[in-house]
Structure formats: C-alpha cells, structure tokens
C-alpha cells in the first residue's frame, strides 16, 4: 500500500488503464509536454506518445465531440477538459449527445467516454476557476457522474469510469488534489460506479455528501464525537446515479439527515438527496432534513474573505449538526 | 456561386472522371428514380396526416448519390455522418423503403433508433450510416472522431460529414474541421448548400458568396461545384477522398444544390420564398438533367426511364403497405437501453 | 377582455412591449419573414423593420452572446432560440456569462436580456423536440427562469422578464401553444416574476407543478373534486427562483404534497420543491412528498406509444394523487 | 508568420500612418515603461505569494498599445473588450497601478469587480474596458453586441476585440465573426499571436501561418503585422478602425507579438519552451525597438529613458504601498448584487 495524494491516484489510474488496454487514449488542452495543468499526464507523452496523449486546440466543443465520435468507433477516450468551469461549452456534446446516443440509437451505438474536469474551489479561484457544475451533468439521464473525495477512490472509480460502456463525467475535487493523502493498494482495484460509501459510523444523525465537503464533514463529526455524539458520514462518490439504499438505510437508522454539498443550495445535487429522503424515509425521520451548501450566488469569488463566506466549512457544518440534533 | 449550369448538357460520356462510369451513372439514375418516388410518397403521407415530420430530399440526391459513389470507388472503407435530408445516402446505402417508411410512421422495427427519433436519424453501422442527432451540426465533431479512431487503429477509413449551409455557423463545425486540419484526419466536409436555413437566406448568413472559401482558413483545400451535376460532384468528392486516403488530411467539397420544398412539412415557404424562384431553380433538377446526360450517350430511353419509375412506384407501394401493416413500438421499452444492463 | 392562445398572448406581449420602448429588439433563427417557427413573431418584420427584428446565422452561441453584449450596451434583446432542445448551445453564454455579469462586475454592469424558447413535448417532437430543459437554468444564480402555462400568465410574465434588469429564460410550453386558450386582458398588465398562483383551491393535498402538467393536474383534480375531495392546485410559474411561501402556505394547510412535471425525475425542478418542503413545512407533513415526474430518460421518444409512455398524464396524476391521499 | 523584423531600424519619423505623430510614439513609450515596470512588479508580488495569480502583458506592450491609440485618432468613440493579458490596454485606459494592484492582491475597492474575479476582470465602463469572464472568447461574441447596440442607436462606436491566438480555435469566435460581417458592425477583432496557448505551440492549434487568413471566408479585411512594432502595428489597426467607423463592418488584425513569461505564474513553460526560443524572442523586445526608433529620431536619450523608469518605479512602489495597506472586502458582500436589488 502507497500512501499518495489525489492527483497521484489519478494519474495511476489512468496510466494503469492505458497500459492494460490500447483504445484507451487521452485528449485535451495541454495534456502533453505540459503533463496537464495540474500535472494528471504527467509524463504520459514520453511513454505513450502523442497519438495517445493529444494535445487539442482550444476548443472544448470539440475536444468533447470528437471524443464521443471515437467512443462511437469503439475506442476508449479520456477527455480532459481544464477546469469544471470550462465544461458549459461541451454541455451540448455531452448533455445533448453523449448521454442519449445509447438511447437514441436504440442501443446499436454506445459511448465508452470519460471527460475528466478538476472542479471545486477553496483554492482561490475565483469566479471562473472554482465551479462546482456537478449537479448539471446529475440531472442528465445516460450520464453518472463520479466525485471521489479520496486518493482510494478516485483510482478506483476512474478505473470504473474509463471501463464503463456509458459516458462517465468524472469531477475530481482541486482542493483535494494535494491536500488529502491517503492509502491506495497496488495495482488493479475498481471501485463499482453508483455505490456511496461510510467513510464514518454514527447512530446520531447522518451527513450525506461528497468531494471536499466530506473532509470538512468529518471534521464536524470528529468534534460531535469529542462530545459523545456519534454522526454517520455518507459519502455519496457517485451523485448520479444516487445510491438511495446507502443513503435511506443510513437515515432509517439514525432519523436525522443533513445533506452538505459546496455547490450552491438550490437545485444542487442535495436537492435530489433530500427529496428521496422525504419521500422513502418519511416514518423514521425526527427531524426535517436539513441543507448545509454554497449559497446562491453564481460561484465563490476571489478575495479570501469572500471565498470563506460562500464555503461550507467545518463550522458551519457542525453549526448545522448541532441545530439537526435540537430539533 | 460558382457554378455553371450550361457545362452538363454538353459533358459526353468521355468527360467522365476516373473512376466513374457509364453504369455508375445509369445505376445512379435508378437510385434517383426509387428515391425520390419515395420521397414524394412521404410527403403525400404527411399530407395524408401519416408521417409526423418530413424533410424532402429532392433537388439535393445528384449531390448525395455522387458523394456515395465517390466514397464507393475511392476509399478502401468508408462512414457517412448524414443529417436529415440525406435520404439518397441513406437509401443508396441500404436502408430499404419499407424501413425508410417504418421511420416516418414510426413504427415498430424501425433499424435507426427504433423509431424513437425523428426519420432518419439513429444509426446503422451495419450499412456505414450514423445520424445521430437533431441539434444541427452536433455530428461533425463525431464525424472527425471517427476518423481520428480510425486512424489510430491505420484502419483505411474515410469519413463523409454531410451538412447544409445553415450549419456551417455553427462554432462546431469550426472546431471540427479546425481540429481535423491539424491532425490530418480522413474527413471529406460535404456542404449541400441549398442556399436557405430554413427561411434564412445565404446572405444573411454569411458574408460570403463560397462556404468552401473558408476552407483556407483551416489550411485545406476547398471547392465548389455544380451540386445538380452528378458528374462534376463526383470528380470533387472523388479528389477529396482520395486525398484523405493517402493521409493527407480533409477536405470540404462545397455542392451547390437546390431545396424544391419548404424546409419540412411543418414549413409554408410561400412567405419567404418567392414561387418563381423555385420554378427557375427547378430547371436544375438533377433527374431531369442525368436523364438528359443519359439520354445523349444513348444510354436511357423513355420507356426504359418509365419502366424504372413504374418500378420504383411499386417498390414504394409495397413499401408503404408493409409499414402502416406495422405495429407501434410497445410501451415498455421506454425504459430501456439508457444504460447498458449489467449482469 | 380577449380570448386568444398561448402563442398569441406570447406574440402580444412582445409586440406591446417593442411598441413602447425601442430598446427592446428580437433576434434569433427565421424570427423575420418567416416569423418564427411557431408564428411568435408574426408580422414583427413589417411593423418593425428589420433592424429590430433580425434573422440570424443558425448560431445559438453567437445569439445568446451578441445579445448579451447588447443588453451590457443598454439594449433590451429578446433572443429565440427556436427549440428548448436547442438551450443547450447557448449554455456557456446564459448560464457561464449573463447569469454572472453583475455579481462578476460588481454591479457595473447588468443583462436585460430574455432568452425565449418553445420547450415541451406530448407534441410528437421525438427525442430532440421535446425537451424541458428549465432545470438546468434553475439551477444557475443569476437567472430567472420562467414558465408560463396559461395565455394571461404568458403575457403577463412576458413583459415583466423584459422589463427585468437582469437574464430572464423564459420558456413556453409548445403543445399549450395553440391548445390552451384563455381570457388576457386587454391593454398593459404585469405579472410579477417569482410568484407562484393557486390554479384551484382545496384542503385535502397540494399540487405543486407548471407547464403543461398544470393543465393534466387541473384535470385529475377535478375527477377527485367530482368524489368531494378538494385538492388544491399551485402553478409556480416561476421555476427560479421559487416562490417558497406560497408553496409551504398551501402544504401546511393541506399537509400533503405532491409535485407534478414532465422533465425527468432527478433532479428536476421537483426535487428543490420536494426539498424546499420537506425542510420548511416538516412539522405539517402527513404523508410524504411525493413527485410525478417524467422518467429518468433523456427526453420523450417519437413513437406515440413511447411519448405516451414518457409523459406525465391525468390519470397518472390521478393515481399518485389516490397514494398520497390513501397514505 | 508573415512579419519584417528588420524594417523597424529604417523606419523613420517620416513614414508615420496618418494620425500618428512623433509626440504619441513618445508618449506610447512612457506608458510602455510604466506598465513594464508595473507588470514586472506583479509578477514579483507573486513570488512573493503576494498575488495569487498573474498573467504577464511582457512582449504584448507594443500591439496593445497601438491598438489603443489607433481607438483614439480613427473613431469618434470606442471599447475594449480585452482577455486577461492586456494590462497595457486597461493601464493605457485609465486603470491607475494602486486600481491594478487591488486587484492582484484582491483588496477592497477593486475597481473592476470588487475583487470577486481575477485581476483584471470585471468592467470600468468609464474607462471603456470591459474583461467579463475567463472562459476563453466568451467575449468575442459580447463585442459584437456592443457594436450592435451602438449601430442599432446610431452611436459612433468602434469595438476592438482582443484575444489570443489560442482564443482563435473557439466555435464563438467563429459565429461571432461571421454575425459581425453578415452585420456589417464596427468591430475589430485583434488577435494577439503569440504563438502558445499554455503550452500548445500554433502549429498544434491550427493547420496555418496566419489567424487572418480565416479573414476571407467571413468576407472582411485580414491582415498580419510585427506586433512588437508600435508603428507597424498603429497602421493595421487604424485602416481596420477607419472601416469600421465608416460602417463598412469587422476587419481581422493579428498581431505577431511574443510572450516573455510562462503563461500565468501557476505555469512552468521550462517543460515546453526551449530557453533558445526566448531568447530569441528577446530580440524583438517592443520597448527596446521603440526606444531605438525614439533614439534614432532624436527623441529620447539614455538619460530620459532613465528618468522615465525612475518615475514608473516610484509610482508603482506607491500603488504597491496603498494596494498593500488595503483591506480585503467585508464578508457579507458576497451575498450581494446578484439581481437587481427592488424596492
Ligand atoms: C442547433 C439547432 N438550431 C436550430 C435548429 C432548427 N433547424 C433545423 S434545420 C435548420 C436549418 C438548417 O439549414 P441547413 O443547414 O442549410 O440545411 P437544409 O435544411 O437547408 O438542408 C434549423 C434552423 C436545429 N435543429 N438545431
Ligand atoms: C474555455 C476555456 N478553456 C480553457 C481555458 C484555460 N486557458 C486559459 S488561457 C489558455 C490559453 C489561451 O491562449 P491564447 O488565447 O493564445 O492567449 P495567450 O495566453 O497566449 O495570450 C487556456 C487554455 C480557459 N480559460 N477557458
Ligand atoms: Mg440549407
Ligand atoms: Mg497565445
């Protein structure tokens, strides 16, 4: 077992899978000499050469669209696409075609894509470098959409994703990219698409969430637990589609829930979350479900001060814990 | 445009560009024929409130079936990315009249999309034909990513993208033919530029008399030919696939073509297009003018010409019976195949 | 006081509104001679020139964006885009740009622009012709979404999003185009954007939905009015942001809910009612929130079987409506 | 890339385009000197993790510049619409070094966004510069309906439209040139060509020499100049102002211009760019060419070139002090201005 960061995970992930299987190429802004701005290819042009590590022109559109034409050919692509901020421009390629194409064609076409985006802020991106775009890609039939939060899962659900015979829109967390740690065995592991995962054990309440906000969680719950109280935490991974019986379970047993995400509130991924909640957990829940999230403002700006006040923080979260639990 | 109208009735049959013919064009004339009985028998049907949507081919098949010929004689393998008014590819690559028809009257059976979309689109990779999409231009990123696939794998194929002149301000199709420049990619772009956007005239979407003047712009070669002329738009299908064959890169062959009816059946062009501009572009059918061609090479006659169209009536009204006998899709299978089922 | 469709009430309030103030002009595909595909803009060419009433290239980005620019210039542009199918080209420009121009300027600038679309199906559009897109914007702070479902709502709502100073998608039900017909009052009127409207009154369960389904849940009301059991019914007509207290209003008086649309179930619209309830009017609740929604595929099929099959239809409401009442 | 390094040496005061003057190339060089020394200074504070992140205008100065000043001289009125590397154009405007200070170290007060965007975003409309977003050419089609709007009122504006050679591969640059010319507006869409987009070299972004060779499939004027040249530059953009002034639509300048630094100072351009190609970059530094050209004119003196980085440095060690001092925004501004506030 390594002990590596996210971004380490994913670059293994993906060096593991272009290893093990030749349609399986990379494209995107930079993803060659440069290795990718955040570094995912790193070093991947010098082992796989620039047929398979293609740096594109400008042009998201594109990148997307003919990724989605090679996937219809059968192979493997992995689009890159810089920032999550940068997805609406292959919103039409990948809402509007990829995710019905299976579909569409009655099932005689499908497309094995991944588009890969570093997403997410409290890293001082500002308007344009910190979006959160999940909840976009969650309200589109024929896509999942994966958000690890751990270096273990975003090897092993980028292996998943770049297996899948459907469109995978993998958002892989900026903050976390450095800044979490943690075990990943060697070699090929999968973690299975659409399966949330306890990162912590409670009977008090139950925190469902994912990406950033999961580490922020577990702060909160580490202080409740200072107290005695123990809160589950249910990171989603996946948030399209929603593991309901991980979540329902979860809240059947300690009948309070609080969704947390950094997106902002209203239509984020928490809105779907809680509305399973109200309707299949309805008789076991002694509290309203209750939403910690970005507030609704188009995303977090630049000066430190302002970042801070849009972020869901530990505080805020226990802050909200603490109101869950009076209720 | 530059096209020039009087040139065909004067081409003889040794004008005719390598690789092309004297049976290509007589097998063409029948192709013609059965199509666009088949396409005047849809829009009776939508007339008849049968068919939902139809958008008619005629004025565009000399373009369409020259195109498919080309890529037939000069490409080792081959993939046509269509749009909706490609019913010559279509047909002209196997999708029979009865599934043609299963399409318009979405029917149970139908091969593209099981009749889930509108006619003509969904796809049959058994005969080399995707249509994914109704958002215009969305398929030309495909196209080249085919392509791109395709040459990854030094499999041999060439990739036709088909599209209007509408499409072309698409920022797509920029991207597109930008990105397959650079990266040398086996695309032929085919622009059936009928000259309308649906009520859009050409010069009100582009400043330009030529789409095929932007083709230097993106560092390739770019043409414009007589779309009604089989002929004239085979040799330039025929230059781009070849080049496209031999690694060089893509082309956008530009065939100026003519629309005989309004955009689709939901359309009335009487209020943006005066009747008297279809009556002249009619003078260009590209029936009438193969016929001719034919004809003067001593390789048509009248009756043989009507012996093709009585059989090409019958075709279709088997065709027609066969698919209203058709069931509708069940229920059902409304639910499935958004994912793969696993397990 | 006039009789006239949906389309007509549309067509009314733009060309009241162009009468009035020469700051507001259409764009968009075939809107000039042609007068829109759907006749929105019929006759606009001859009253107002084409300087006001201009046929673009087909386009979507560039209309969204050129009317954006138009609008931080001052002007008051009404964009079509001619299928709600087709929103998904313009979503860099609407929910990347003018949705975040005065937050990005600090209020130096703002967007006085509509984006008008028909969207909707059980209209026989197949796949991409049928489309509810409205969540995807709803999601998007910084925008209005609007989506009317009556032809005096229609008009009313028409002239307030273009009279707004800020981005407004407005989004017009096609199959109540010509189906819905309806009492508009002569003359100037406003309807408020962001306020919901109680369709039908009733004590037993609310209704929360718009659009078409607003009409089908008007229809299963009155087959359960006609067994004496009153359901009240709120059209939001805005869809962002919600009008929260009319909403909660209703449910803490009848203390069921159901939320009816025709997009698909995750996170639609229906999933931020759902939610909004289930945190604020818990202590009134019965029964679960319930939702009928369209399924989670990508959008209805051609067939008419299919498109049946797809859509959210009286009976279906009817039915959901027994479960919740029964529960 | 078609430039002429060498004519620079030779030009003289003589051959100035109509409407430049010997006083404007001096004055043109006191502002290079000043955003030189301020840009230097940013990129300082960066490594000093200072200013969270910069993007250098070194090598741009001279294209920029003489855009601006042929907006001066050639239209009654004009606006920029600029992307992030254009700190001579926004500096030239108005935008004071303590204003652009604020904004790279994110404090209270920032003029363009209130510190809610990257530096040098946001809007001064009473400076006439307006750097909406970050999502590349995103604002080219913004440009457009400015001029529109000015056109629609009968308002004498000419828009410049600035953006990288990278911007170029976008679909939007592509529908927004072509609306501008089937429009005929009076915009002028600069590029700025420096060759690299991050680390995509040109040749790797497009299958051309020149961006303005897409120029004739949008029917407008193209052309490609020296971008390190003052006057070279000034000449291009003033023809293409003057047409679009005159109403008769967009023209195309690209400007061969260099960048001296890694793409922003998150970027390490070691792994891509060979030091030897800088350095040779170098050579055509725009400040030291006017200098020359000043020199050679008996314009300007060792020691007035001096004195004139002497001042730039004292007053951007004041912007540097005032900027420092500042507060960043109260927290509960980041609720605010999202709508319009009623009532
Ligand atoms: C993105 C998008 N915008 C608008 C439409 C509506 N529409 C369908 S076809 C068409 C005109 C296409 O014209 P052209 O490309 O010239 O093809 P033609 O029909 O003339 O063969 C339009 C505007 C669409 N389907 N997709
Ligand atoms: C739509 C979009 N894609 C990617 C990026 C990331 N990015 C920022 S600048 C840049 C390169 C731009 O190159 P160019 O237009 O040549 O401008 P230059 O920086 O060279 O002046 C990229 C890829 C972005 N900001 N927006
Ligand atoms: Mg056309
Ligand atoms: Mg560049």
Same mark, same amino acid.
């Given at each position: 077992m390594a002990i590596m960061t996210v971004i380490e995970a994913v670059r293994e992930a993906m060096r593991e899978e272009m290893r093990r299987d030749a349609s399986v190429f990379i494209l995107g802004e930079d993803v060659g000499r440069r290795g990718g701005v955040f570094l995912a290819t790193q070093g991947f042009i010098d082992e796989f050469g620039e047929q398979r590590v293609i740096d594109t022109p400008l042009a998201e559109a594109a990148i997307a669209g003919v990724a989605v034409g090679a996937a219809m050919a059968g192979m493997r692509p992995i689009a890159e696409v810089q920032f999550g901020d940068f997805m609406f421009p292959v919103f039409n390629q990948i809402v509007g075609e990829a995710a019905r194409i299976r579909y569409g064609t009655n099932g005689k076409l499908h497309v094995p894509m991944v588009v890969r985006s570093p997403y997410g802020g409290h890293v001082?991106?500002? $308007?344009? &470098?910190?979006?959160?775009? =999940?909840?976009?890609?969650? &309200?589109?039939?024929g896509l999942k959409v994966v958000t690890p939060a751990t270096p273990y899962d975003a090897k092993g659900l $980028?292996?998943?994703?770049?297996?899948?015979?459907?469109?995978v829109v993998f958002l892989e967390h900026k903050r976390t990219y450095r800044a979490v740690r943690g075990e990943v065995p060697d070699g090929d592991y999968v973690v299975p698409i659409g399966v949330a995962d306890i990162k912590r054990a409670g009977d008090a309440a139950t925190i469902v969430t994912y990406g950033l906000t999961l580490h922020y969680s577990l702060q909160a719950a580490e202080v409740l637990a200072g107290e005695g109280v123990e809160v589950e935490v249910v990171d989603l991974r996946t948030v399209s589609p929603i593991d309901r019986e991980t979540v329902l379970e979860s809240v059947r047993k300690t009948s309070r829930a609080l969704v947390v995400h950094e997106d902002n509130l209203s239509l984020?991924?928490? *809105? =779907?979350?809680?509305? @399973? @909640? *109200? =309707? &299949? *957990?309805f008789d076991s829940l002694d509290a309203p479900v209750m939403r910690v999230a970005g507030p609704d403002i188009p995303a977090m700006p630049f000066a430190p001060t302002l970042e801070a006040a849009y972020m869901p923080t530990a505080d805020k979260i226990e802050a909200a814990l603490r109101r869950l639990l009076e209720y | 445009m530059a096209v020039d109208n009087a040139s065909i009735m004067t081409q003889t049959m040794n004008d005719l560009p390598s690789g092309l013919n004297a049976e290509d064009l007589v097998d063409i004339y029948a192709n013609m024929v059965l199509i666009r009985t088949l396409d005047e028998r849809i829009w009776a049907m939508n007339r008849q409130g049968k068919a939902a949507i139809v958008a008619s081919s005629q004025g565009h098949e000399a373009a369409q079936l020259a195109s498919v010929w080309a890529l037939r004689h000069h490409a080792k393998d081959y993939f046509c990315f269509t749009y909706y008014r490609d019913l010559a590819v279509t047909v002209s690559q196997g999708l029979t009249p009865t599934e043609a028809l299963l399409g318009f009257l979405a029917k149970e059976g139908e091969p593209m999309s099981g009749a889930r979309q509108f006619p003509q689109h969904g796809a049959i990779p058994d005969r080399k034909v995707i249509n994914i999409s109704n958002v215009v231009a969305t398929h030309i990123s495909h196209a080249v990513g085919w392509a791109l696939a395709a040459k990854m794998r030094g499999e041999p194929t060439v990739v036709a993208a088909y599209m209007g002149d509408g499409a072309t301000s698409q920022g797509e199709v920029h991207e597109a033919m930008n990105f397959a420049s650079v990266m040398k990619l086996p695309v032929v772009f085919i622009v059936e530029n009928n000259k309308y956007a649906i009520s859009v005239p050409q010069h009100r979407q582009m400043n330009v008399t030529e !789409?095929?003047?932007?083709?230097?712009?993106?560092?390739?070669p770019g043409v414009t030919v007589d779309g009604t002329d089989v002929v004239a738009s085979y040799a330039a299908c025929a230059e781009a696939v070849e080049r496209a064959a031999r690694g060089e890169g893509p082309s956008l062959v530009e065939l100026d073509v003519e629309r005989y009816?309004?955009?689709t059946s939901d359309d009335d062009d009487s209020v943006y297009r005066a009747k008297e501009e279809i009556d002249e572009a009619r003078k260009r059918d590209p029936l009438a003018k193969l016929k001719a061609l034919l004809q003067s090479a001593g390789l048509m006659t009248d009756e043989r010409d009507a012996e093709l169209r009585e059989s090409a009536r019958r075709e279709v009204d088997a065709a027609t019976d066969a698919a209203e006998a058709a069931p509708f899709p069940p229920d059902?299978? !409304?639910?499935?195949? !958004?994912f793969e089922e696993v397990g």
């Amino acid at each position: 077992m390594a002990i590596m960061t996210v971004i380490e995970a994913v670059r293994e992930a993906m060096r593991e899978e272009m290893r093990r299987d030749a349609s399986v190429f990379i494209l995107g802004e930079d993803v060659g000499r440069r290795g990718g701005v955040f570094l995912a290819t790193q070093g991947f042009i010098d082992e796989f050469g620039e047929q398979r590590v293609i740096d594109t022109p400008l042009a998201e559109a594109a990148i997307a669209g003919v990724a989605v034409g090679a996937a219809m050919a059968g192979m493997r692509p992995i689009a890159e696409v810089q920032f999550g901020d940068f997805m609406f421009p292959v919103f039409n390629q990948i809402v509007g075609e990829a995710a019905r194409i299976r579909y569409g064609t009655n099932g005689k076409l499908h497309v094995p894509m991944v588009v890969r985006s570093p997403y997410g802020g409290h890293v001082r991106g500002g $308007l344009f &470098h910190s979006q959160s775009p =999940e909840a976009y890609f969650a &309200h589109t039939p024929g896509l999942k959409v994966v958000t690890p939060a751990t270096p273990y899962d975003a090897k092993g659900l $980028l292996k998943a994703a770049i297996r899948s015979n459907d469109p995978v829109v993998f958002l892989e967390h900026k903050r976390t990219y450095r800044a979490v740690r943690g075990e990943v065995p060697d070699g090929d592991y999968v973690v299975p698409i659409g399966v949330a995962d306890i990162k912590r054990a409670g009977d008090a309440a139950t925190i469902v969430t994912y990406g950033l906000t999961l580490h922020y969680s577990l702060q909160a719950a580490e202080v409740l637990a200072g107290e005695g109280v123990e809160v589950e935490v249910v990171d989603l991974r996946t948030v399209s589609p929603i593991d309901r019986e991980t979540v329902l379970e979860s809240v059947r047993k300690t009948s309070r829930a609080l969704v947390v995400h950094e997106d902002n509130l209203s239509l984020g991924v928490g *809105a =779907e979350v809680s509305a @399973i @909640i *109200a =309707e &299949h *957990a309805f008789d076991s829940l002694d509290a309203p479900v209750m939403r910690v999230a970005g507030p609704d403002i188009p995303a977090m700006p630049f000066a430190p001060t302002l970042e801070a006040a849009y972020m869901p923080t530990a505080d805020k979260i226990e802050a909200a814990l603490r109101r869950l639990l009076e209720y | 445009m530059a096209v020039d109208n009087a040139s065909i009735m004067t081409q003889t049959m040794n004008d005719l560009p390598s690789g092309l013919n004297a049976e290509d064009l007589v097998d063409i004339y029948a192709n013609m024929v059965l199509i666009r009985t088949l396409d005047e028998r849809i829009w009776a049907m939508n007339r008849q409130g049968k068919a939902a949507i139809v958008a008619s081919s005629q004025g565009h098949e000399a373009a369409q079936l020259a195109s498919v010929w080309a890529l037939r004689h000069h490409a080792k393998d081959y993939f046509c990315f269509t749009y909706y008014r490609d019913l010559a590819v279509t047909v002209s690559q196997g999708l029979t009249p009865t599934e043609a028809l299963l399409g318009f009257l979405a029917k149970e059976g139908e091969p593209m999309s099981g009749a889930r979309q509108f006619p003509q689109h969904g796809a049959i990779p058994d005969r080399k034909v995707i249509n994914i999409s109704n958002v215009v231009a969305t398929h030309i990123s495909h196209a080249v990513g085919w392509a791109l696939a395709a040459k990854m794998r030094g499999e041999p194929t060439v990739v036709a993208a088909y599209m209007g002149d509408g499409a072309t301000s698409q920022g797509e199709v920029h991207e597109a033919m930008n990105f397959a420049s650079v990266m040398k990619l086996p695309v032929v772009f085919i622009v059936e530029n009928n000259k309308y956007a649906i009520s859009v005239p050409q010069h009100r979407q582009m400043n330009v008399t030529e !789409v095929s003047s932007r083709a230097v712009g993106y560092g390739m070669p770019g043409v414009t030919v007589d779309g009604t002329d089989v002929v004239a738009s085979y040799a330039a299908c025929a230059e781009a696939v070849e080049r496209a064959a031999r690694g060089e890169g893509p082309s956008l062959v530009e065939l100026d073509v003519e629309r005989y009816l309004p955009h689709t059946s939901d359309d009335d062009d009487s209020v943006y297009r005066a009747k008297e501009e279809i009556d002249e572009a009619r003078k260009r059918d590209p029936l009438a003018k193969l016929k001719a061609l034919l004809q003067s090479a001593g390789l048509m006659t009248d009756e043989r010409d009507a012996e093709l169209r009585e059989s090409a009536r019958r075709e279709v009204d088997a065709a027609t019976d066969a698919a209203e006998a058709a069931p509708f899709p069940p229920d059902d299978d !409304v639910l499935e195949r !958004v994912f793969e089922e696993v397990g």
